[in-house]
C-alpha cells in the first residue's frame, strides 16, 4: 500500500477529492455491458470481415482459372508485359540448343498477344514484299504495267492463319492420344502449343522483307535459313513431350513437324515470290528488218 510519502500517490492537491469518485465501477461497466451487446458484436464481425478480405487478397492468386468461352479467359492471355514478348522473340529467332521454348520463356504462362501480332505482320510482310518484288522484277520493261494485286493479302492470311491455329491443334489432339497409350509422356496444354507455333514465325517476317531483293540465289538462302531457325524451336520444345514413345511414332511427329513448316515456307516462296522472267531479245518484227537490211 502507497504511504504518504510515495511520488506516485494521487494527492487531492493535483487532481481534486472527487478524483477518486469519477472513476466507473465495476457494476457501471458491467452495466454498459449488458446495455449495448450488438455493438460489441458489430465490431467483432468486422474484424472477421477484414480478416476474410485480407486473406482473399494474399490467395487471389490461387484463384481458378475462368472457363475458356468466357471473356476473363482470353483477356489473361493478352495481359503480358512488353519485356516478356521480346525475350520470347529473341528466343525463337536464335535457339539455344537443349533448352525447351516452353520451359525457359513461357513458364505455364502462355500468351496469344504475340504470336497474334506476329502473324499479323507477316501477313502484311508478304503480301507488301510480295507486291514489291512483282515490280522490282519486271522493272524497265515497257510491256510490263503494274497493278496491286490485292487478293495477296487474303492469301497470305489464309495460309499464315490456318497454319498457326489448325496445325497447333493437330499436335495437341496427338499429343492428348499418345498421352492415353504412353502414361509418361510429357503432356502440354493447347494454349502453349499455339504459342510456340506463334512465336516461331517471327523469323520468318525479316526473311520475307529481304526476299524482295530480285535475286533468285538470295531467296531460297533467306528461306531455308528461317526454315531451320523456326524447325529447331519446334523440333527441340516437341522431342521431349513423344521421347518415350515408341521410335516409329517420335521420327513420324518431328517429320510431321519439320514437313508441315517446310511446305509453309517453300510455298510462299514459289507463290509471293516467283522467279524472274528471261530477258528479251526484241520484238521478231525487228529482228527481221535487220536481218533483211544486211
Known amino acids: 500500500m502507497a504511504t504518504s510519502n510515495d511520488p506516485f500517490q494521487f494527492q487531492g492537491k493535483y487532481f481534486g477529492d472527487d478524483f477518486t469518485q469519477s472513476q466507473p465501477s465495476k457494476e457501471t461497466s458491467i452495466t454498459i455491458d449488458e446495455e449495448f451487446p450488438e455493438t460489441q458484436k458489430t465490431a467483432a464481425a468486422g474484424s472477421d470481415y477484414d480478416e476474410e ?34 525475350e520470347r522473340i529473341l528466343g525463337s529467332v536464335l535457339p539455344w540448343p537443349g533448352k525447351n ?15 497474334f501480332w506476329i502473324c ?33 493479302v487474303t492469301i497470305a492470311a489464309t495460309a499464315i492463319f490456318s497454319y498457326a491455329g489448325l496445325v497447333p491443334l493437330g ?9 492415353n497409350k504412353v502414361m509418361n509422356l510429357v503432356t502440354y496444354s493447347f494454349m502453349e502449343i499455339l504459342c510456340v507455333y506463334g512465336y516461331s514465325l517471327s523469323v520468318y517476317i525479316p526473311a520475307v522483307v529481304l526476299c524482295t531483293v530480285p535475286y533468285e540465289w538470295l531467296r531460297w538462302c533467306t528461306i531455308a535459313v528461317a526454315l531451320s531457325l523456326s524447325g529447331s524451336v519446334l523440333v527441340m520444345t516437341f522431342l521431349p513431350a513423344v521421347r518415350d514413345d515408341h521410335p516409329k511414332v517420335v521420327i513420324a511427329a518431328m517429320s510431321s513437324i519439320v514437313i508441315l513448316n517446310a511446305l509453309l515456307a517453300v510455298g510462299c516462296k514459289m507463290y509471293f515470290f516467283s522467279e524472274a522472267p528471261p530477258p528479251t531479245v526484241g520484238p521478231p518484227a525487228v529482228t527481221q528488218a535487220v536481218k533483211t537490211s544486211t
Open 53 to 86: 478480405d485480407d486473406k482473399a487478397e494474399l490467395l487471389g492468386g490461387e484463384k481458378k482459372s475462368a472457363p475458356f468461352w468466357t471473356f476473363e479467359y482470353y483477356q489473361r492471355l493478352f495481359d503480358i508485359e512488353t519485356h516478356h514478348v521480346r
Open 101 to 115: 521454348f516452353i520451359h525457359v520463356h513461357l513458364r505455364k504462362n502462355p500468351d496469344l498477344y504475340g504470336p
Open 120 to 152: 499479323t505482320t507477316l501477313v502484311f510482310a508478304i503480301a507488301i514484299s510480295g507486291n514489291l518484288s512483282s515490280f522490282l522484277v519486271h522493272l524497265g520493261n515497257p510491256n510490263f504495267k503494274y497493278t496491286p494485286e490485292f487478293q495477296k
Open 171 to 179: 499436335f495437341w489432339g496427338f499429343l492428348v492420344w499418345r498421352s
